[in-house]
């Protein structure tokens, strides 16, 4: 299966600032079928970009999803303080699918 | 609007079974494959399970497999998971998402449920 490596774990960063969230797989990604999902506490995963890097329904084009092969990023401009939340991707080009661990986007 | 509610979670002894449940409204059922994914408390995303818009195509995680079976009843709106001869390890949340299918190929889950909770202790 392929496994997906998120960094960092955790990003302190300040409300304005500029997030850039990395997540790396084992092995290539097919027709880089990859997706970030943000959750916060107590709530489900929500949907924020497919296909590496077009944005879901109503997500922000603050949001914006780049990469291909085996190294994709999530970069979050301008941070809002709805946007400090957990962050995963997901491989859904092979099965399993598989996620990342996971980046933290705290407040510095 | 689309809505996605799970039921059927609890507290169960190792080795017993529950069966869990996802009714959705606010969109065309059987125009859309689903899936259960499932998150420890406090830890990452596990895929479990997915099956196509009429059920003749499932998948399962290697975790579940063999004890686990993923179906739906379109005529209800509602997708199940049993999940037979629990373990401990597997207590967790488990969501529903929904998932279009291209080709006979499962996409990314895009509506989520807000989950039910499974604990599995002696």
């Known amino acids: 299966e392929i496994v997906l490596a998120q960094s960092p774990g955790i990003l302190s960063l300040s409300p304005g600032e500029r997030a850039a969230l990395s997540c790396r797989a084992s092995?290539?990604?097919?027709?880089?079928?990859v997706a970030w999902f943000q959750q916060k506490p107590g709530q489900a995963p929500r949907l924020l970009i497919s296909g590496a890097s077009s944005r879901a329904t109503g997500i922000p084009d603050r949001f914006s999803g780049s990469g291909s092969g085996t190294d994709f990023t999530l970069t979050i401009n301008r941070l809002e303080p709805e946007d400090f939340a957990l962050y995963y991707c997901q491989q859904y080009g092979s099965s399993p699918w598989t996620f990342g661990q996971g980046t933290k986007v705290e407040i510095k | 609007e689309v809505l996605l509610v799970e039921s059927g979670g609890g507290l169960v002894r190792p080795g017993e079974s529950l069966r869990l449940s996802c009714v959705v409204s606010g969109f065309s059922f059987d125009d859309y494959g689903m899936t259960w994914v499932r998150q420890i408390p406090g830890k990452g995303l596990e895929w479990v399970s997915t099956?196509?818009?009429?059920?003749?195509?499932?998948q399962y995680a290697d975790s579940v497999k063999g004890r686990s079976i993923i179906s739906r009843d379109n005529a209800k709106n509602t997708l199940y998971l049993q999940l037979n001869n629990l373990r401990v390890e597997d207590t967790a949340f488990y969501y529903c998402a929904r998932v279009r299918f291209t080709y006979g190929f499962p996409l990314y889950p895009d509506s989520w449920g807000q989950g039910t909770l499974v604990t599995v202790s002696s």
């Open positions: 092995q290539t990604i097919n027709r880089n079928y």
């Open positions: 099956i196509n818009w009429n059920g003749d195509r499932t």
